[in-house]
């Protein structure tokens, strides 16, 4: 059997067939929109330092920095309250670019963590909102454009080197311990100043622990400098970005959300084919394969393709001899040279008998004939269709 055959896959109902094929159909759409609409890593513009993306914005190569650099580092996904009684001074709590959600808790928190001396690292304008102390210079607007830092002094995150960031505010000291670390045009975009027993350390930008920016200039030695000694226990905040406090959240932006369109479609086919399989049983209606025109095409392609014309001729002679010897008694053992069959024909057909004879014998000698040609035997089945013709009219009713 050919591979292509409809048996081969075991589907003989044309219906079965054509589901068959609009589900491949749906199936290859499918596979198209998924590859055409799936989002692109490279276009991952989320400003937001978080430190499981690999984004450029994001800071995964900064937390995985510190733990290959010997610190003690974990994520903090719940709220800060619920590890305050962990913190002390030996603990470095950074909060990148926070969402201003839960303000007022979130500042009585950062200020109970400096109170037991735990050093906290805050960027952005949000950040500044946190801290105690924390004023920004409404007055002027900051550039958006890379600056390159200049530093302020002689302490240990001013000798950080050569920084660089955009910074998206700037810093108006109101307290004289509040010292300036770097300038941008001569604003302060990097302060430090003690508060409670702790330390607060303030970047315009998170731009210095971001994946593109740690690895600018010396950028890593002022996000290094601004962690403190290796023995110090980092905690990094993610419970003010929000929307990482579920399992699901890792599913955003990945093709992962998709799988809800497909399960939809697989439903539909389920219930599609279940419905179709379970509903009334009705036959099949049955066709018949016998129609005259249907008939008379087909058995006359067979005789053309395979070039049997003396058969078709043969077929038609021995049709007319059985109708011969049940009508008129005459028997179908005489040949067609027999005189008998010429009395028997005279019999019944008088003067037309001759002629009646001469077309069995001529019929006779081209069944067995080979290369007969198509005019010759079409002659000869059109003269044993006028003979049945007189036979038919010599019929007398009983």
């Given at each position: ?97 926070p969402y201003m959600q839960d303000v007022v808790q979130t500042r009585s928190t950062v200020k109970e963590a400096l ?162 399989r379970s509903g009334p049983l009705r036959p099949d209606p049955v066709i018949s394969r016998a129609t005259p025109l ?101 019929i007398m009713p009983e």
């Amino acid at each position: 059997m050919s591979p292509l055959a409809p048996g081969w896959i075991g589907i003989s109902d044309p219906r079965d067939r054509k589901l068959l094929i609009g589900c491949g159909v749906l199936v290859a759409i499918l596979i198209v929109a998924l590859a055409f609409f799936s989002p692109s890593r490279q276009e991952d513009k989320d400003p937001t330092p978080f430190s499981y993306s690999t984004a450029e914005h994001g800071a995964k190569a900064a937390f995985e920095l510190l733990i290959k650099s010997g610190y003690t580092v974990e994520r903090q996904n719940a709220p800060l309250s619920e590890i305050i009684d962990r913190i002390d001074k030996h603990t470095t709590l950074v909060i990148a670019e926070p969402y201003m959600q839960d303000v007022v808790q979130t500042r009585s928190t950062v200020k109970e963590a400096l109170d037991r001396g735990a050093r906290v690292l805050v960027t952005g304008p949000s950040g500044a909102l946190l801290v105690p102390g924390g004023n920004l210079d409404l007055r002027s607007l900051p550039i958006q454009a890379i600056c390159d830092a200049e530093p302020n002094g002689f302490g240990e995150i001013a000798n950080s080197g050569k920084v660089q960031m955009p910074p998206a505010a700037y810093w108006q000291p109101t307290q004289p311990l509040q010292w300036v670390e770097y300038t941008c045009n001569g604003q302060p975009i990097v302060m430090r100043y003690a508060s409670g027993k702790g330390e607060v350390i303030w970047w315009a930008n998170s731009f210095p622990l971001e994946n593109i920016g740690l690895q600018r200039v010396d950028n890593l030695a002022l996000f290094l400098n601004s962690i403190g000694p290796v023995s110090n226990h980092v905690v990094w905040d993610e419970s003010l970005h929000g929307d990482l406090r579920s399992l699901w959240s890792y599913a955003n932006g990945t093709p992962v959300q998709l799988i809800w369109g497909q399960l939809a479609l697989i439903a539909l086919l389920l219930l599609f084919s279940y419905s179709r399989r379970s509903g009334p049983l009705r036959p099949d209606p049955v066709i018949s394969r016998a129609t005259p025109l249907e008939f008379v095409h087909s058995l006359g392609s067979l005789y053309q393709k395979a070039g049997a014309t003396n058969v078709a001729v043969a077929i038609a002679y021995q049709r007319y001899r059985h109708q011969l010897e049940k009508q008129f008694a005459v028997a179908h053992s005489l040949s067609a040279q027999n005189p008998a069959l010429l009395q028997a024909l005279t019999n019944r057909f008088a003067a037309g008998a001759p002629a009646i004879q001469k077309h069995l014998l001529a019929c006779e000698n081209a069944a067995g004939a080979e290369n007969l040609p198509a005019r010759e035997a079409l002659a000869l089945v059109q003269a044993l269709h006028d003979d049945e013709a007189l036979l038919s009219a010599k019929i007398m009713p009983e």
